[in-house]
Antibody, heavy 119, light 107 residues
Framework: QVQLVQSGTEVKKPGASVKLSCKAS????????IHWVRQAPGQRLEWMGR????????QYSQEFQGRVTITRDTSASTANMELSSLRSEDTAVYYC????????????WGQGTLVTVSS | DIQMTQSPSTLSASVGDRVTITCRAS??????LAWYQQKPGKAPKLLIY???TLESGVPSRFSGSGSGTEFTLTISSLQPDDFAPYYC?????????FGGGTKVEIK
C-alpha cells in the first residue's frame, strides 16, 4: 500500500533552518511528484512547492522563494524540504503529498510534521 | 495567483441533511478542482478530483459539480463520520491554492 512517512516534530529558534523528510513506499517513487503543503494554526492549507522525483526539477511558491529547497533521493525514495530563516509565522504542520505529473491534486499525504518556531 | 473562496465558513446540520458547500475561483480554472475532507489531527483526504470524479473508496453520497469559477460539493445525506472541515483546491495553475475551508458541524 502507498505510504508517505514523514520525519518527527521539530522545535527551532527564529533564524534557524529546518529540514524535513518524506519517505515513500508502495509505489514507484519516480512516477509521481512530491509536494509540500503547510497548515498554520487556524489557517488554510498553503502550497510550498514540488519536486519532479524523476529528474529533480523543482517549482516553488513565490511566498517561499529563496527560503525553501525541495530535493529528492531516488535511492532512498525520499523527498526532503528545507526551510531557512525561520520566523514564528512558520509554526505549522508540514505535509508532503503525492500527485501525478499531469494533475496536481493529492491522492496520498504524509502524516504531517509539526514545526514550532519559538525563542 | 488564483484565490479560492469557500462559503459558508461554518455549516450546522443534522444527520440525514443534504448539505452544499460552494467554492469560487478568482479566475477560470476549467474543471481543475479537488475537494478534501480533514479529520482532527490528520492529513486531508482526497474526496473528489476534476470537479466531479469520486476518488476510489469515497461514498457515493458525496458529489461535485461546476466549471469555470463556481463549484459545489454536495453531501446528499449527512452521516456522523462526515462532520469535519472541507477544503477545495485548484490545480489549473501554479501556485496551487486552497480555499479557506468549511467546517461542517453538528446542529
Amino acid at each position: 500500500q502507498v505510504q508517505l512517512v514523514q520525519s518527527g516534530t521539530e522545535v527551532k529558534k527564529p533564524g534557524a533552518s529546518v529540514k524535513l523528510s518524506c519517505k515513500a513506499s508502495g509505489y514507484t517513487f519516480t512516477n509521481f511528484a512530491i509536494h509540500w503543503v503547510r497548515q498554520a494554526p487556524g489557517q488554510r492549507l498553503e502550497w510550498m512547492g514540488r519536486v519532479n522525483t524523476g529528474n529533480g526539477n523543482t517549482q516553488y511558491s513565490q511566498e517561499f522563494q529563496g527560503r525553501v529547497t525541495i530535493t529528492r533521493d531516488t535511492s532512498a525514495s525520499t523527498a526532503n524540504m528545507e526551510l531557512s530563516s525561520l520566523r514564528s509565522e512558520d509554526t505549522a504542520v508540514y505535509y508532503c503529498a503525492r500527485s501525478s505529473y499531469d494533475y496536481s491534486c493529492f491522492d496520498y499525504w504524509g502524516q504531517g510534521t509539526l514545526v514550532t518556531v519559538s525563542s | 495567483d488564483i484565490q479560492m473562496t469557500q462559503s459558508p465558513s461554518t455549516l450546522s446540520a443534522s444527520v440525514g441533511d443534504r448539505v452544499t458547500i460552494t467554492c469560487r475561483a478568482s479566475q477560470s480554472i476549467s474543471t481543475w478542482l479537488a475537494w478534501y475532507q480533514q479529520k482532527p489531527g490528520k492529513a486531508p483526504k482526497l474526496l473528489i478530483y476534476k470537479t466531479s470524479t469520486l476518488e476510489s473508496g469515497v461514498p457515493s453520497r458525496f458529489s461535485g459539480s461546476g466549471s469555470g469559477t463556481e463549484f459545489t460539493l454536495t453531501i446528499s445525506s449527512l452521516q456522523p463520520d462526515d462532520f469535519a472541515p472541507y477544503y477545495c483546491q485548484q490545480y489549473n495553475s501554479f501556485p496551487l491554492t486552497f480555499g479557506g475551508g468549511t467546517k461542517v458541524e453538528i446542529k
